[in-house]
């Protein structure tokens, strides 16, 4: 299934993108795509019966109808970074010996085609475009092997990042990570029997119509199991968290000379079998 959420921003009401393309409102399920939806594994099971009796008798959700994030704001969303040997390649950085783990505020989230607002005093606002995994059922010391058991679904994410409150500003990567809209995921969660190898997707990212990142998640330094399991042995793992899983070569630091958003610029990225998105940037207070 394809989840979606969709509406006014902080007002959002849950749907369901259907296999012919159909948005439906699935408001009369009763449950938002939350940490109490993705807590009880027969609620898929419950929305897929559902769906399949009222698909054709709910509301549509009608074109061009603002489409927020795909999942309610989470307990945690937790990035990890350098994690494309190409990327950290371009940032002139080791290939890490273990995942390098920061959080991004979940007050970052917003919907996919949102505007990303260039934040005040920021010169150096940058793209990446990033596959993210939904985490099901609570995970705490799990093994490998069953740790792709606890990944609900997959979505498309542009971890968004303000490289010089990132690097410049002591070190701490969340300040340059966490600015209000600086994580559009979506437009929908795909469950996770629709993606079949969420290790070998194309990747792609444009910024006004310039293809700058154009990768593939089998380039993964460390894949999706392995970072379940690690994050597991750290923390709890809660139905609902987010894990953004680290982003290909191109992004605007990288380059030489280095590449920055400015006001007016257009974004646009996408992931197979996760469909695209669309960011225009605007400056602070615009």
């Known amino acids: ?58 509301p549509a959700v009608k074109q061009g109808t603002r489409l927020g994030s795909a999942v309610a704001r989470p307990g945690k969303l937790i990035c990890i970074g350098l994690n494309f040997s190409d990327h950290a390649e371009e940032s002139g950085m080791d290939i890490p010996k273990e995942p390098i783990v920061f959080f991004k505020a979940t007050s970052a989230m917003c919907g996919p085609h949102d505007n990303v607002v260039i934040p005040k005093n920021s010169e150096k606002t940058d793209w990446e475009v990033e596959l993210a995994f939904v985490v099901g059922k609570e995970a705490s010391y799990v093994s490998e092997e069953e740790a792709l058991d606890h990944v609900v679904g997959y979505v498309l994410h542009n971890d968004y990042s303000e490289r010089e409150f990132q690097i410049e500003r002591g070190g701490q990567w969340v300040k340059g990570k966490s600015c209000d809209t600086f994580a559009p995921l979506g437009p929908f969660l795909a469950t996770a029997d629709e993606i079949k190898n969420p290790e070998n997707l194309k990747m792609w990212l444009k910024v006004n119509g310039e293809t700058v990142q154009n990768g593939n998640t089998k380039k993964l330094i460390f894949g999706i199991a392995h970072l379940v399991s690690y994050l597991s042995q750290f923390m709890t793992l809660e139905p609902g968290d987010i894990v953004s899983t680290g982003t290909p070569p191109g992004v605007g630091l990288g380059f030489d000379p280095p590449r920055y958003l400015k006001a007016g610029d257009v974004v646009e990225l996408g992931i197979d079998g996760l469909g695209e998105s669309r960011q225009v940037a605007v400056a602070y207070g615009q």
């Open 1 to 58: 299934m394809k989840l979606i959420r969709f509406g006014h921003a902080g007002d959002e009401k849950p749907g369901l993108q259907l296999e012919d393309g159909r948005r439906i409102d699935a408001s009369d399920f009763g449950m938002d795509w939350d940490q109490k939806f993705f807590a009880n594994p027969s609620n898929l099971e419950r929305l897929r019966a559902w769906a399949k009796v009222n698909a054709d008798s709910v």
